[in-house]
């Protein structure tokens, strides 16, 4: 890879600073970056709404150059008004794609980039918001001409940005360097997409490459609340989207006010097996604190990924262009269920998640079906799936209906496997969930929420042919079901185990499952996250090895080829294990 075994380190450096910064000044903030971290690339951006200039571009990248740092371009695609225009109203300073300047300009600083680099990635900002009067009017004429009633924005954008990428981005650039290759970075919203013009299910046919945006932050203060989980996530959507063509991670700095937070970021790209782990940006990272921090968790990273496979994990179907339940298989990966993502179909996947937004496919329930009698697996459907499908054929494999109707609960009612005995746990506090009515034994509530007299299923069963269709009641508020009991939530794992491992023990902690016999165990620095004492529960393991460790651990108990193992889980401390069988 280069400086590091398992990836490659990039960061990225910002018009503004090409535009701007002196030889000195590079030179001086370049050894601090290289004293803590081994770099082995920058991308180096001449367009963020200013162009600087040929002179500038290249001492840049000789000064990185002479320091052994390869060096590829950038471009972000904002743009003040043009001289004597009227503003329009875009958030962002975003491209208005309607108006000709706008467009002219992004054709000019496309070849500049072209021309200047054999490589170039595009910031996330290549989408449009804009709704100004030659929009509107754009946008009413595409809808008209495909049939199109309800004045919605998405259908036009999707077509509007391939036709820019085409005809504004990728023509210009390969005109001025026919070498050029053009990685397409697609941002952390990903359940947005449609809605402001990313389109990769036609841009993954026209870019070189795509890259993710793995930014999570804060998850309270910022606007966008994403899970820390979906910076593994999104990683293993696009990888599968296009298998070697996912070019990295990429995080920043911002909005992380614990320097966990920030690093957090890190690790869980890291765990996905990305190409490039990108630092956003250099600018951000000269003298702060969060630099050295990663430089030490840099090396760490390195070793646990030599011994670490392919991911491996529940297969949560998100077609393109979906939306639905946004983010939730985030919350469940932060509930200890290894969740892997991909925008086709699983046909292979031995668990599967369907959510609200796996219903976007109209044949999903079909599909569901034939899956269940070929594969004999184990598919968790949501309650948003169950109501986004109805009428559509669930109910052949269900008795499981939603009538409208909701329950506030904090007792429960957990029923081990086999049906033994049943533990009744209290929560953290009250939730609120979706009655998930069924018939006795038709279905079969194996956790369910109680409430004075009556208990509603959270966890229900059914066995359809060969395989078994769990159906399971999301809060209204998705961060609740950290407030469910580790009992409750253990029973949920049990439920699908990956590779046959699965995790006792609360919420806020990680398991990411990999294809060679090992896996990482990873609790989140959260408000309340304490160290704990995990159970792990390994089918056909004789043992579990931290590489590097004195001894092997040997399990507690086996029971039906079952080893348990007790570990203790430490906030912000990942630990790899590799299955001895």
């Given at each position: 890879m280069g400086n590091y075994r398992n990836f490659t380190l990039t960061t990225y450096f910002v018009a503004h600073a090409t535009a701007r910064v002196t030889r000195e000044e590079l030179e001086k903030q370049l050894d601090f970056m290289l004293k803590h971290l081994r770099l082995d690339k920058v991308y180096l951006e001449p367009w963020r709404g200013e162009l600087a200039s040929h002179e500038q571009v290249e001492m840049c990248r000789e000064v990185f150059e002479s320091r052994g740092v390869k060096v590829a371009g950038g471009i972000t695609t904002v743009i003040p008004t043009p001289e004597g225009d009227k503003p329009k109203q875009r958030l962002f300073s975003t491209f208005c794609y309607n108006d000709p300047k706008m467009r002219a300009k992004l054709r000019e600083v496309s070849a500049f980039t072209g021309a200047h680099f054999d490589e170039f990635i595009i910031d996330d900002f290549f989408f449009t918001n804009c709704m100004c009067p030659a929009c509107v009017r754009e946008k009413n004429a595409w809808n008209a001409a495909h049939g199109i009633t309800d004045g919605s924005w998405q259908a036009y954008r999707l077509d509007l940005l391939r036709r820019v990428s085409e005809e504004d981005m990728i023509a210009p650039a390969k005109a001025a360097n026919p070498n050029c290759k053009i990685t397409i970075k697609y941002p952390n919203w990903a359940e947005s997409y449609q809605e402001t013009g990313y389109n990769p299910a036609e841009q993954r046919k026209l870019f070189d490459r795509v890259y993710t945006g793995t930014e999570t932050r804060d998850p309270v203060t910022t606007d966008q609340h994403l899970p820390r989980y979906l910076s593994y996530s999104l990683m293993t959507y696009f990888e599968n989207m296009w298998p070697g063509h996912n070019g990295g991670g990429w995080f920043d700095t911002f909005d992380s006010h614990i320097t966990e937070h920030y690093l957090e970021?890190?690790?869980?790209?890291?765990?996905?097996?990305?190409?490039?782990?990108?630092?956003?940006?250099?600018?951000?990272?000269?003298?702060?604190?969060?630099?050295?921090?990663?430089?030490?968790?840099?090396?760490?990273?390195?070793?646990?990924?030599?011994?670490?496979?392919?991911?491996?994990?529940?297969?949560?179907?998100?077609?393109?262009?979906?939306?639905?339940?946004?983010?939730?298989?985030?919350?469940?990966?932060?509930?200890?269920?290894?969740?892997?993502?991909?925008?086709?179909?699983?046909?292979?996947?031995?668990?599967?998640?369907?959510?609200?937004?796996?219903?976007?496919?109209?044949?999903?329930?079909?599909?569901?079906?034939?899956?269940?009698?070929?594969?004999?697996?184990?598919?968790?459907?949501?309650?948003?799936?169950?109501?986004?499908?109805?009428?559509?054929?669930?109910?052949?494999m269900t008795s499981v209906r939603l009538r409208g109707r909701s329950i506030v609960a904090d007792r429960y009612r957990v029923e081990e496997a086999?049906?033994?005995?049943?533990?009744?746990?209290?929560?953290?506090?009250?939730?609120?969930?979706?009655?998930?009515?069924?018939?006795?034994?038709?279905?079969?509530?194996?956790?369910?929420?109680?409430?004075?007299?009556?208990?509603?299923?959270?966890?229900?069963?059914?066995?359809?042919?060969?395989?078994?269709?769990?159906?399971?009641?999301?809060?209204?508020?998705?961060?609740?079901?950290?407030?469910?009991?580790?009992?409750?939530l253990s029973r949920i794992r049990q439920a699908v185990p990956v590779e046959g491992v699965w995790l006792e023990g609360p919420s806020r902690i990680s398991l990411f499952v990999y294809d060679n016999d090992s896996f990482v165990l990873y609790p989140y620095v959260m408000e309340g996250v304490q160290r704990e004492v995990v159970r792990l529960h390994v089918k056909g393991a004789k043992a579990l090895r931290v590489p590097g460790g004195k001894k092997d651990l040997e399990p507690l108990y086996v029971q039906n080829g079952e080893a348990v193992f007790e570990v203790s889980a430490m906030p912000g401390q990942y630990v790899l294990y590799q299955i001895v069988r």
């Amino acid at each position: 890879m280069g400086n590091y075994r398992n990836f490659t380190l990039t960061t990225y450096f910002v018009a503004h600073a090409t535009a701007r910064v002196t030889r000195e000044e590079l030179e001086k903030q370049l050894d601090f970056m290289l004293k803590h971290l081994r770099l082995d690339k920058v991308y180096l951006e001449p367009w963020r709404g200013e162009l600087a200039s040929h002179e500038q571009v290249e001492m840049c990248r000789e000064v990185f150059e002479s320091r052994g740092v390869k060096v590829a371009g950038g471009i972000t695609t904002v743009i003040p008004t043009p001289e004597g225009d009227k503003p329009k109203q875009r958030l962002f300073s975003t491209f208005c794609y309607n108006d000709p300047k706008m467009r002219a300009k992004l054709r000019e600083v496309s070849a500049f980039t072209g021309a200047h680099f054999d490589e170039f990635i595009i910031d996330d900002f290549f989408f449009t918001n804009c709704m100004c009067p030659a929009c509107v009017r754009e946008k009413n004429a595409w809808n008209a001409a495909h049939g199109i009633t309800d004045g919605s924005w998405q259908a036009y954008r999707l077509d509007l940005l391939r036709r820019v990428s085409e005809e504004d981005m990728i023509a210009p650039a390969k005109a001025a360097n026919p070498n050029c290759k053009i990685t397409i970075k697609y941002p952390n919203w990903a359940e947005s997409y449609q809605e402001t013009g990313y389109n990769p299910a036609e841009q993954r046919k026209l870019f070189d490459r795509v890259y993710t945006g793995t930014e999570t932050r804060d998850p309270v203060t910022t606007d966008q609340h994403l899970p820390r989980y979906l910076s593994y996530s999104l990683m293993t959507y696009f990888e599968n989207m296009w298998p070697g063509h996912n070019g990295g991670g990429w995080f920043d700095t911002f909005d992380s006010h614990i320097t966990e937070h920030y690093l957090e970021q890190a690790y869980l790209t890291a765990f996905s097996r990305p190409q490039e782990l990108m630092l956003f940006c250099f600018q951000s990272l000269y003298d702060n604190m969060y630099t050295p921090a990663l430089g030490f968790q840099l090396d760490k990273l390195d070793a646990l990924l030599d011994h670490a496979g392919r991911p491996a994990g529940i297969a949560c179907y998100l077609p393109d262009n979906c939306q639905g339940e946004d983010n939730i298989q985030d919350f469940l990966g932060m509930c200890g269920l290894p969740v892997v993502c991909t925008p086709y179909f699983p046909e292979d996947a031995k668990q599967i998640l369907l959510t609200r937004s796996s219903a976007c496919d109209p044949d999903i329930v079909d599909r569901l079906e034939a899956w269940l009698a070929r594969t004999g697996g184990d598919a968790i459907v949501t309650t948003g799936f169950v109501d986004a499908v109805k009428g559509r054929g669930l109910e052949r494999m269900t008795s499981v209906r939603l009538r409208g109707r909701s329950i506030v609960a904090d007792r429960y009612r957990v029923e081990e496997a086999g049906g033994s005995r049943c533990l009744f746990p209290r929560g953290i506090k009250p939730i609120t969930l979706p009655v998930a009515e069924f018939r006795n034994n038709s279905t079969w509530a194996v956790v369910k929420g109680m409430n004075g007299e009556e208990s509603y299923g959270i966890l229900l069963r059914d066995d359809y042919m060969d395989g078994h269709l769990w159906t399971l009641a999301v809060p209204d508020a998705y961060p609740d079901l950290y407030a469910i009991p580790r009992e409750a939530l253990s029973r949920i794992r049990q439920a699908v185990p990956v590779e046959g491992v699965w995790l006792e023990g609360p919420s806020r902690i990680s398991l990411f499952v990999y294809d060679n016999d090992s896996f990482v165990l990873y609790p989140y620095v959260m408000e309340g996250v304490q160290r704990e004492v995990v159970r792990l529960h390994v089918k056909g393991a004789k043992a579990l090895r931290v590489p590097g460790g004195k001894k092997d651990l040997e399990p507690l108990y086996v029971q039906n080829g079952e080893a348990v193992f007790e570990v203790s889980a430490m906030p912000g401390q990942y630990v790899l294990y590799q299955i001895v069988r």
